[in-house]
């Protein structure tokens, strides 16, 4: 299934990218019950909604699948990563791609830190933190091509964790469910105030997929304001609204 699909979505996985997926399905789901990696339980399930969801994330970021010449030094940062969805399905397909993993529990740092040894991922590095720390570190701060974000919280929230890494021009893609019109437009402001503009709502439009599963991509368009993110705990606690 996955490489068919892949193949339709003119992205060509050779025999040992699918091994190499196929064995991080499969790590994912023994250790999933340990350090709740993922809720989902059947291979088949996990192969359409965690490898195939993850990868197609080019229906709405086309530049990650651009020949590797045209790449060299494509970097793609995934926020509140857990065990690596969609950041290392995403290494894998597409390895001109520099990774990087950033997830705030110890346990699934170590998790991931095992799966680049074991698959000898070079592009991918994993660190233990919170976004909102690492976006005031400046290595990290409008660093980034792009900015993936998936299951960490409202659009508000994301918007808060995520816009401030991206690099100008680039943009955050966020994977959400449909409808999303109320989310939408309480993340509104939000955006704004984070130098984000024109969010587009992407539907996968894949037989594979549940129909409402969607792509949200937010363009950054301006620096954002030095105090953003605020301290760890509040985007989620308590989104940017107008007041
Ligand atoms: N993206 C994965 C995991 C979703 S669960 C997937 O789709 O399967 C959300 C993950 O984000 C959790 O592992 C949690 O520890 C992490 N997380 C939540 N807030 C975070 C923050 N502010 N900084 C870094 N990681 C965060």
Known sequence: MLRTRCAALSITLDFKQVQRLHAYLELLLQQRGRINLTGIRDPAQAERLLLLESIATVLAAPRLRAAPGDNTGLRLLDVGTGGGIPGIPLAIAFPHVAVTLLEATRKKVDF??????????????????????LAHVAEHRAHYDVVT????????????LALPFCKRGVM????????????????????HALGGRNPRVTPFNLPELPAQHCLVTVEKSTVTPEQYPRRAGLPARRPLAKR
């Open 112 to 133: 991931l830190q095992h799966v680049v040894a074991s698959f000898a991922l070079e592009n991918v590095t994993a660190l233990w933190g919170r976004a909102e720390d």
């Open 149 to 160: 974000v998936r299951g960490v919280g409202s659009l508000a929230t994301v918007a808060e």
């Open 172 to 191: 955050l893609v966020a994977y959400k469910s449909l409808p999303l019109d109320t989310e939408l437009q309480e993340a509104s402001h939000a955006i």
